[in-house]
Every structure is written in C-alpha cells, then in structure tokens.
C-alpha cells in the first residue's frame, strides 16, 4: 500500500514559478514509479511528468517539457514537481500518482489506467 498526499498548490501570476511536493507512506514508494498528473474543469485527468524508481529517467508531456522538472527524493518518500514559466492554461488540480505493479520498473506509464494509487490533489491556479 501507498498513500500520497500532495502539497504546494496555490495562486500564482503567470510566469511565475511553483513546487509541488508529494509526500509517501510505505517503503514501497522507493520500488515505484511516480507520475503527477493533472486536470483541469471540464477536462480529463492528463498525463504530466513521471519518474522512475532510483530516478533515472524523466518524462514529461510535450506542453509542459522544459519548464517542469520531476525529482524524488527516496530517503524522503518524497516525489517533487518544479513548475517554472507558468501560464494561466497550467491551472488545474494536480495529482501525484504511484505505479507499484512492477517494481523497480523502468517503464513508465502514461495512461491513469496503470496507476494504482492517487493523492487528493492540489490545486494550482495561473492567473493571467
């Protein structure tokens, strides 16, 4: 089991700069991939950034790859999002999720359909 619970979210003026952070219980954190993920009213939940288990490789969405930076910190349980150049279509709530069907995977999923523990969310809103 994996419980995750996010925080950092707030307003913010366009171009501006953001970190979220999502925090792990259970030493199964450090076995799984992380993805934060997001979505916006009237939206579906979108793919944003996800990270594999020691870290090594990142991966992110094309609208948010260059200004987003995913990092965890296993000793911490702790999965991060930097969010730099922010721009009012950034708003939504944000989720950070755990893939812990395969441990120390380096496949990283893309759809919300293969993560299998979620946080409540944290709500980022850009204004213009």
């Known amino acids: 089991q994996v419980q995750l619970v996010e925080s950092g979210g707030r307003l913010v003026q366009a171009g501006g700069s953001l970190r979220l952070s999502c925090a792990a219980s259970?030493?199964?954190?450090?076995?799984?991939?992380m993805g934060w993920f997001r979505q916006a009213p009237g939206k579906e939940r979108e793919f944003v950034a996800a990270?594999?288990?020691?870290?090594?490789?990142?991966y992110y969405s094309n609208s948010v790859q260059g200004r987003y930076t995913i990092s965890r910190d296993n000793a911490k349980n702790s999965v991060y999002l930097q969010m730099n150049s922010l721009k009012p279509e950034d708003t939504a709530v944000y989720y950070c999720?755990?893939?812990?069907?395969?441990?120390?995977?380096?496949?990283?999923?893309?759809?919300?359909?293969?993560?299998?523990?979620w946080g409540q969310g944290t709500q980022v809103t850009v204004s213009s």
């Open positions: 999720a755990a893939d812990s069907r395969i441990e120390f995977s380096d496949y990283v999923a893309y759809s919300i359909y293969e993560y299998n523990f």
């Open positions: 259970g030493r199964a954190f450090r076995r799984n991939v």
């Open positions: 990270v594999t288990w020691n870290g090594s490789n990142r």
